[in-house]
């Protein structure tokens, strides 16, 4: 069975520039959650779509959005990058609905440099 | 507020002998509580669970954890250490009962196995 599959794996962008990242989940998981990894912040939750749904978000500004189609891929979106964005994006996969026991799949991430 | 702590930064073991990293949680209600392990420019590795019942979980590669309810403590074991376990290992929270999937890092324990 596939892991959770992220594109691109790496990518350098300029400040104010936007950028989408994508996530695919492992084939039967619906729930889909994105991770922010930075050396000085940690680990730190940015949303977490099911069905389509957002079900949570984290305090993150207005700039960072997501969505999951239908299928239960889904993509997450920069606007007007800051160099604070830097950082490894981390998506995780999970069988069940929002609030269950199953545990999360994680994705290698998306190492996003903005120069 | 749901939250993790890691209380030691680096952990050093030698070859052959048990190690054992530390993670204590704060979180209303019961808790759900993961290991993950990453190594280098890599994402998260699902390593074990504690939902209910036993308090000794086991998981991948010979890693164990213990649940301790009235200390709020999951410490992560292994008997025996191998060079190859040598990673970064993240001990992560949700309370059960809620309708999300969003999990609470600890900020990351470095795991250094010496030959």
């Known amino acids: 069975k596939a892991g959770v599959t992220q594109t691109p794996r790496y990518l350098i962008k300029t400040r104010g520039q936007q950028v989408t990242l994508s996530c695919s989940p492992i084939s039967g998981h619906r729930s889909v959650s994105w991770y922010q990894q930075t050396p000085g912040q940690g680990l730190q939750f940015l949303f977490e779509y099911f069905s389509e749904t957002q079900r949570n978000k984290g305090n993150f500004p207005g700039r960072f959005s997501g969505r999951q189609f239908s299928n239960s891929r889904s993509e997450m979106n920069v606007s007007t990058l800051e160099l604070g964005d830097s950082a490894l994006y981390l998506c995780?996969?999970?069988?069940?609905?929002?609030?269950?026991?199953?545990?999360?799949?994680f994705g290698p991430g998306t190492r996003l440099t903005v120069t | 507020a749901q939250s993790v702590a890691q209380p030691e930064d680096q952990v050093n073991v030698a070859e052959g002998n048990p190690l054992t990293v530390k993670c204590t949680y704060s979180?209303?209600?019961?808790?759900?509580l993961f290991w993950y392990v990453q190594y280098p420019n890599r994402g998260l590795q699902f390593l074990l669970k504690y939902i209910t019942g036993d308090n000794l979980v086991k998981g991948s590669y010979g890693f164990e954890a213990e649940f301790n309810k009235s200390q709020t403590s999951f410490h992560l074991k292994k008997p025996s250490a191998l060079v190859s376990d040598s990673a970064l290992y993240f001990c992560a929270v949700r309370a059960s009962g809620g309708a999300t999937n969003k999990l609470i890092f600890g900020t990351g324990t470095l795991l250094a196995v010496q030959p």
């Open positions: 995780a996969s999970s069988r069940g609905t929002s609030g269950s026991s199953y545990e999360q799949y």
């Open positions: 979180v209303s209600g019961n808790p759900y």
